[in-house]
């Protein structure tokens, strides 16, 4: 169930356009139906909260997550806008 879970949220991510950093969320129903819920940035990304604690257990420190984040940003940015045209 969890593989049809990941695909799921991947399928709702790129069906709402969505870019970056995000959570899908959804529920799974007593009988295994998937139900979406709702995409959201992740709320209170502190050094406390859980996505940088599993990161933190993973061997990948806060500010190395917040400067990943920044950087994937400025990537997105640079490729949107310095796109060369082929004449």
């Known amino acids: 169930k969890m593989q049809e879970i990941k ?3 991947k399928t709702i991510y790129r069906a709402l356009g969505c870019r970056g950093f995000a959570r ?8 295994g ?3 979406f819920n709702e995409v959201n940035t992740i709320p209170g990304f502190t050094k406390y909260s859980m ?3 599993l990161w933190e257990a993973a061997g990948v420190n806060y500010p190395q997550i ?3 984040i920044i950087e994937l940003g400025y990537e997105r940015y640079y490729t949107k806008n310095h796109r060369e045209t082929m004449l």
């Open 7 to 9: 695909q799921t949220a």
């Open 24 to 31: 899908v969320d959804m529920f799974l129903t007593p009988d």
């Open 33 to 35: 139906e998937i139900v």
């Open 51 to 53: 996505f940088p604690l």
């Open 66 to 68: 917040v400067e990943r």
